[in-house]
């Protein structure tokens, strides 16, 4: 069954017996479906996630339009399901389908996965053998899709090298388009899927193809660098780079989702990279150089986003967006024209500077009444071992202008594990939180609520904190202890990741193809939207 005929059994039978059904019926305000008949290709974007969590992701609606864009091309969409109606799609032996056009996925030409975070890998291969196609490249023939992947995840692509056929490394928006067109030309002349690969991977140098590359393991058990197993092959995979992000438009008629989504809102990528030089960031070093986007090309992309889906909030995203050199500017424009509309604004990333205390004048709590700030480390001097150029003094002084501003809600973003950490430097994070907190009460009478996440840090490929080792799981326990110990004020609220978690993203953002098969077998035990 494929089309309309899945469709209506899915609809009559399988949806009455799901949770959200909604999530696997496509339809959605602003989605995109192409006759057939104009079509040279179809691409399905998979995302390994659930959809509440796929459709928030600002990625996907990029390379949505981004391949929607081409007129011969049709872009369409598949998520991870939910254990039940995964448990319900095996039973009926049916495949995992579009949401556009519910054609399976094994029928497109290209299947694209966004890998976001490592403890996605399995959802992969959930997607990957409801679709029905083969789970390894080495089972695949030439009539199947391609199976591609982009995304932070892919600085690292060895463990999963096993099931995709190539990934694209860094910006995916001119270079995707590029890739479409050629696999079928290469496709079409080619005798055997490797010769296929083989052409990608001498025309393509920001995309690396793991069949044209072998690995040889030391006798010390480490995996070397992977060598080229034919002449011209580039030794090193060079990230793409979108140089002018103004000729990049911004998508403008995002699809709004059926059910409620983590992210509710209208997204705009205000700039590119980071000016900082952060020693633990992974997306500092893959998101160079710093690039901007026009003032008035923002506000028009907003005002016209607003009237394709009647949102009533915008998140402005980078990865400092206080750091745009002409925030204020954007912001109060933005104010103009958004007020009258009821429209608030969000800014996700605020970097803790003397900025911030500009900030606190310019934000207002119309909508929400809390900041989020990321310290990562409580005391200055450990700050400027990690590369973080921020102080107490500027952190304390932009709170004070918040709280007269009205907030009243401070959600701190803190790291433990680093090299050289002391316990001081833990016992920082607890005393900096409550100094915070009772700043507020010395203002208006009452504390603030502050939130201290602290995650457990893991040194990311492509950082200069990759040659140090992650630290024991011995050693964050006694770290997580030794902050519940010190918590003493209750308008204080204290989260720390799950150890084992983040210790197996350490495993897999370092690890060698060899962790494929690890994989693998965890899958087939049962692991499922582990993150």
Request: aromatic share 8%.
């Amino acid at each position: 069954m494929i089309g309309s005929e899945l469709k209506d059994f899915v609809v009559r039978k399988i949806l009455p017996q799901v949770e959200k059904p909604a999530q696997y019926l496509g339809g959605e305000w602003n989605m995109i479906r192409k006759p057939a008949r104009d079509l040279a290709g179809r691409f399905c974007l998979a995302f390994p996630e659930l959809y509440p969590i796929g459709m928030s992701n600002h990625g996907l609606q990029v390379l949505y339009a981004v391949v929607n864009r081409m007129p011969d091309w049709a872009c369409e969409r598949a998520f991870t399901p939910a254990p039940d109606m995964e448990k319900l799609l095996r039973q009926a032996n049916l495949p995992l389908y579009s949401l556009e056009t519910f054609t399976p996925l094994c029928q497109f030409d290209i299947v694209g996965f966004s890998l976001q975070h490592e403890l996605n890998y399995t959802n992969v291969l959930t997607m990957l053998e409801l679709g029905k196609i083969p789970l390894r490249t080495t089972d695949r023939a030439l009539k199947d899709p391609l199976v591609i992947a982009g995304g932070p995840c892919t600085v690292n692509p060895e463990p999963m090298a096993d099931f995709i056929d190539l990934f694209v490394i860094g910006d995916g928006e001119e270079i995707l388009p590029q890739l479409c067109r050629t696999w079928l030309a290469v496709r079409s002349r080619s005798t055997s899927r490797e010769e296929a690969l083989r052409q990608l991977a001498e025309q393509f140098p920001h995309c690396y193809v793991p069949s044209c590359y072998e690995v040889e393991i030391a006798p010390d058990g480490r995996a070397l660098p992977p060598r080229p197993r034919y002449p011209g092959l580039p030794a090193v995979i060079s990230p793409a780079v979108v140089r002018d992000l103004e000729a990049i438009p911004l998508p403008t008629r995002p699809i709004v989702p059926n059910i409620e989504c983590v992210q509710d809102r209208i997204a705009v990528e205000i700039m590119r990279g980071c000016p900082w030089r952060c020693r633990f960031c992974q997306s500092t070093v893959l998101k160079r150089p710093l690039r901007y986007r026009k003032v008035d090309t923002i506000v028009s992309a907003v005002l016209e986003t607003y009237r394709n889906t009647g949102y009533n909030e915008v998140s402005l995203l980078s990865l400092s967006t206080s750091d745009y050199p002409h925030f204020e500017e954007l912001y109060r424009r933005l104010k103009e024209v958004l007020a009258p509309l009821r429209v608030s604004i969000s800014v996700p990333s605020l970097r803790i500077n003397e900025q911030l205390k500009l900030l606190g004048e310019l934000l207002d709590t119309d909508r929400h009444s809390g900041l989020t700030l990321a310290p990562e480390a409580a005391r200055d001097d450990m700050r400027r071992l990690i590369g973080k150029q921020i102080t107490n003094e500027d952190l304390i002084a932009g709170c004070r202008k918040a709280f007269e501003r009205g907030f009243d809600r401070i959600k701190l973003y803190f790291m433990c594990g680093f090299p050289g950490e002391r316990p001081s430097d833990l016992e920082g994070i607890i005393e900096l939180a409550e100094s915070i907190s009772r700043l507020r009460r010395e203002l208006v009478g009452k504390p603030a609520t502050v939130v201290a996440n602290v995650s457990n840090l893991v040194p990311k490929p492509h950082t200069p904190f990759q040659w140090h080792g992650m630290a024991s799981r011995q050693y964050f326990l006694e770290a997580h202890r030794l902050l519940v110990r010190r918590k003493r004020m209750r308008s204080v609220e204290l989260k720390y990741h799950d150890l084992e978690t983040s210790l197996l993203e350490g495993l897999l953002s370092r690890g060698d193809r060899r962790l494929g098969r690890a994989i693998e077998i965890a899958w087939r035990n049962g692991a499922r939207l582990d993150n």
